[in-house]
């Protein structure tokens, strides 16, 4: 079905399926089929907020103080957050927007990828103040064979399903040759794809991000890279809404709220969509031995941030479905918790740049000789 | 000025403000009305995952097997249909509560 920008039918989007439905046409919140799609809308847009407004200044003297396998770990954890934000600023919207059919959601899905590009650009307000140029820390990240690996995994479902709805709403169903290659496109193959993207982006918003922000969090606990940590904690805030929303929608799909169709297809894709998950959690695992290989950090280790990495996933699994599969009951690092509470968010004012930022910004750019006609 | 409390002052409060959690069949534990059940469970250091203390992480999920909630603050996190998130309810009647899903 050709995707149109302004649907000219007349429809019913309190009967329409979340997906592959009649594209949205009026963009009205009035009504809502799920309407949790639009208190997420709300609630993000209550959390809106700018790098600029964290003081990271004294980060800078603090990495001096780091130990090499210290730097090691933080510019890592950084690289890797810049690879999931990047792909979480554009993938949702170009995977999920041409098939949606609720403006709730159609609205939610280009929230949400906003604030990654808030995301974003934090990573680059924070190196920016640690290098002078931080564009070797940028270009490694193409580079690095650890994060290549997670970044074809992360990429590979929604690259899939961008694929296959490209194919369908170009040539429509049947069997076509795409570049020498033959492509099946049918509703229920098309559906199976976007299943499995959410269950890898859920696995993505769900533990992905939680070995760095652990390692975030333990610097701070130090009273180190504290600017970063604040940065960290509103970024993590907002994971958690985006957490909420694939739980939301893989759980309507289970639960035969939405269309029939898909709840068959969650059955039929169990196994797999329960590996998607499992792979993360192992990768995540690697990746905490990839961040220690030169050595730990005080507060941290390999084998407690593994533990940690499992007590996230038990509740992640549980909330969409699936076993609890590991051991590890309570939580080994209960600090985490302080800084996952909503409550110890906010930006203090005396703590930031709120009312300096701009002056600071402008006063950076402007050279002494831009005065040369001024009379003081 | 001393307060003299008399028991007539006390007991109606008494009966008005406190509902009883089962946790299993030996633990029955006070909850205050004006406190968030999370905040009763704590006082009792009954220990609860939280993170976000406002409904929406989800961490908190809880099952409640019987009695009814009131929530603060819409919860916006993923809960079944038979799950509360203690950190944004108050209790409405005695609870019977399953913890650690
Ligand atoms: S602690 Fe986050 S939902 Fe209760
Ligand atoms: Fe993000
Ligand atoms: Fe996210």
Known sequence: ??????????????????????????????????????????????????????????????????????????????????????????????????????PELETWVETWSFFETIHSRSYTHILRNLFADPSAVFEDIVLNEEIKRRATDISKYYDDLIFATQVWQTQGEGVHLVDGQTVTINQRELKKKLFLCMNSVNALEAIRFYVSFACTFAFAERELMEGNSKIIRLIARDEALHLSSTQHILNLWAKGKDDPEMASIAEECHDEARAIFMNAVEQEKQWATYLFQHGSMIGLNKDILCQYVEFIANHRMAAIGLDTPFEVKSNPLPWMNNYLNSDNVQVAPQESEISSYLVGQIDSEVSGDDFGDFDL | MTSEISTSDVLPMKMDDLFIIHLDDQTRLACLKDKTLLESLEAHQVEVHFQCREGFCGACRTKLIEGQVDYLTDPLAFIDDDEILPCCCVAKSDLKLKLGG
């Open chain 1, 1 to 102: 079905m050709k995707y149109t920008t302004f649907n000219q039918q007349s429809t019913n989007p309190l009967v329409e399926p979340m997906f592959f439905g009649n594209p949205v046409n009026v963009a009205r919140y009035d009504q809502q089929k799920h309407q949790i799609f639009e208190k997420l809308i709300e609630k993000q847009i209550s959390f809106f907020w700018r790098p600029e407004e964290v003081d990271v200044s004294k980060d800078r003297v603090d990495f001096q103080k780091l130990s090499e396998p210290e730097k090691h770990i933080f510019i890592s954890n950084l690289k890797y957050q810049t690879l999931l934000d990047s792909v979480q600023g554009r993938s949702p919207n170009i995977a999920f927007l041409p098939i949606v059919s609720l």
